[in-house]
């Protein structure tokens, strides 16, 4: 059974880091893009960065530059790195998978692009 699990949200200050970690099972993720979205209360979920199978990687224009994707197919996880964190990044942060061909460069950044979701982790930027 397909599943993604993430992990690594909590409190942080304004100006802080934090890691995020998406652990998939069940299948592999050589052969999947995947990509991190966001939820904040009252809005609706919006993407954040997307890896495909290539390791080619986006970003939305709010996180570009402090926000890193990165994968490692060894331990099927994908990993974002948040840097200079700010109160409007808090929400709860998903990580979703779809599939493609490996090797390929190809990313996706809308919700309905993507078909399979982990259950999020929260992320809350505050003094």
């Known amino acids: 059974q397909l599943q993604l699990v993430e992990s690594g949200g909590g409190l942080v200050q304004p100006g802080g880091s934090l890691r995020l970690s998406c652990a998939a099972s069940g299948f592999t993720l050589d052969y999947y893009a995947v990509g991190w979205f966001r939820q904040a209360p009252g809005k609706e979920r919006e993407g954040v960065s997307c890896?495909?199978?290539?390791?080619?990687?986006n970003y939305a224009d709010a996180v570009r530059g402090r926000f890193t994707i990165s994968r490692d197919n060894a331990k099927n996880t994908v990993h974002l790195q948040m840097n200079s964190l700010k109160p409007e990044d808090t929400a709860v942060y998903y990580c979703?998978?779809?599939?493609?061909?490996?090797?390929?460069?190809?990313?996706?950044?809308?919700?309905?692009?993507?078909?399979?979701w982990g259950q999020g982790t929260q992320v809350t930027v505050s003094s």
């Open positions: 979703a998978a779809r599939r493609q061909g490996r090797g390929s460069s190809r990313y996706y950044m809308q919700v309905a692009d993507f078909g399979s």
């Open positions: 890896i495909s199978s290539s390791g080619g990687s």
